[in-house]
């Protein structure tokens, strides 16, 4: 039985779902998972299932631990020399944040420590930050292969030392082609190590029916962490300019974060405390209610992937209305499946927001409800054809079960019945080790080159 870890910062965490279903589905694949988190798991996690006993989590680090990877950072020490070269030698990087690399170094030989008595024959970690140095230390220590699922910010904008991360894993995921494209420009690294899986959302059965609101306040909702890179206050602007021109509306942002203050702050400055709600954590389950409230949902990030919250939205039949950035327009076609307005401008922001609240306003026999109307029907069918969770995990299984085990072999095989059973393998599309040389025959009869991280 393959046997992979799979890391987080933190995990299970509320806002990213799609983590728990990869190992769900790995597991249902016969593939032994082993979760780990290098954070707590959050007290508000929205997971009933029980993760005690099963769940690494490296923080706090326990003494007896940190001595046993100092021991085995000595031990190991060849291996693991070419990424402390990186940190003290090469790059542009900040004394504090080399630092940092090398604490994450030690961490990484923690979390070897944890997982050398499982056996495991490969590491995955979701997100590009601090926890990808971390899986790609024990990765090393451990001497097997590693591999990355980039999204949006961990590529864009905090993309420290993603030149080794990328050099050094077995295999890169990402969740759009924008994302792939931006690999391939900004660093040197084999194209066929890149590869596109999107995320996607179930798609509800019943879904509530577009009520115009020519009576009462038209309601927008944006749901995310209160960081500086969801630019929540863009939107509170935003709102603070629709009352300046008479249009009668609330605005419900659901979210927790850093920024909350700040955002608290702004709202009372602006003196739109009776439009603009901060929501707090909103459950998972309670989502889908607060996505029939709205008439339209707006995003306002700097920077993303493709937002599962826009999916969740287009699924339920809303209008949404987001920044043109990154793979949003791979998601969003223009007028047809939702909105787009040029990122950062508030003016156009508020242009489109008007132009979405003109039309909500009408009656419904006016053409741009039956508009507004084809518009949901058609980000319905975007999500069913092309953002459908069940589809797209089950091609990500398939896949990421082919490219995890392309060094691995089960344990005690027999040599003689390997070698009878490796064009049954070949026929089924499964990569086969190439004995005597180092290649890897794909299932289109492309040659793939080894990407092993200790080495």
């Not at 990355?148 to 990402?174: E, M, P, Q, R």
């Amino acid at each position: 039985m393959l046997k992979v870890a799979y890391l987080a910062n933190q995990y299970p965490a509320a806002v990213e779902p799609y983590v728990s279903r990869e190992i769900d589905a790995l597991r249902m694949r016969g593939v032994e998972v082993i979760p780990g988190s290098i954070r707590r798991p959050e007290s508000t996690t929205d997971c009933s299932r029980p993760f005690e006993g099963e769940l690494i989590c490296l923080r706090p680090i326990r003494i007896v631990v940190l001595l046993k990877a100092m021991r085995l950072l000595f031990r190991r020490r060849k291996g693991i020399s070419p990424l402390v070269r990186r940190v003290l030698t090469q790059g542009r990087e900040t004394p504090w944040r080399r630092i940092k690399a090398l604490a994450h170094t030690a961490l990484g030989a923690c979390y070897a420590v944890r997982l050398r008595e499982r056996g495991v024959d490969h590491i995955h970690v979701h997100h590009g930050y601090f926890g990808c140095w971390v899986a790609m230390a024990a990765a090393r220590l451990l001497e097997v292969d590693f591999s990355i699922t980039l999204h949006g910010s961990d590529l864009l904008v905090h993309n420290a030392y993603l030149d080794t991360k990328l050099n050094l894993c077995s295999f890169c995921l990402t969740v759009s082609e924008y994302n792939r494209r931006y690999i391939l420009e900004h660093f040197r690294i084999d194209p066929r190590k890149v590869l596109v899986f999107r995320l996607g959302v179930d798609l509800p059965e019943n879904h509530q029916p577009l009520i115009p609101a020519s009576n009462g306040k038209i309601t927008l909702v944006s749901a995310g962490r209160l960081r500086a890179v969801k630019d929540h206050s863009l939107l509170v602007r935003a709102c603070a300019r629709l009352r300046d021109r008479g249009i009668d509306l609330e605005c419900l942002i659901a979210g927790e974060g850093p920024e909350r203050r700040r955002i608290e702050s702004q709202i009372r400055k602006l003196r739109i405390s009776d439009s603009v709600t901060l929501l707090g954590h909103v459950a998972r389950q309670q989502m889908d209610s607060l996505y029939r409230r709205a008439d339209a949902v707006v995003l306002t990030s700097q920077s993303e992937g493709i937002p599962l919250v826009l999916m969740e939205a287009m699924a339920a039949g809303r209008i949404v209305l987001a920044p043109a950035i990154t793979g949003i327009p791979e998601l969003l076609i223009p007028e047809k499946t939702g909105f787009l307005y040029e990122p950062g401008s508030l003016d156009d922001l508020v242009a489109r927001l008007v132009f979405i609240c003109g039309m909500l306003r009408r009656g419904k026999d006016h053409p741009h409800t039956s508009r507004l109307s084809w518009i949901r029907h058609a980000a319905r069918c975007q999500i069913l054809h092309n953002f459908n969770r069940k589809k797209n995990l089950d091609h990500f299984v398939d896949r990421f079960v082919e490219l995890a085990a392309r060094n691995w072999s089960p344990p005690h095989a027999d040599p003689l019945l390997q070698q009878i059973q490796l064009p049954v393998q070949r026929d089924r599309g499964v990569p086969v080790r190439s004995h005597g040389t180092d290649a890897v025959e794909g299932t289109r009869g492309r040659v793939i080159l080894h990407g092993r991280s200790a080495g």
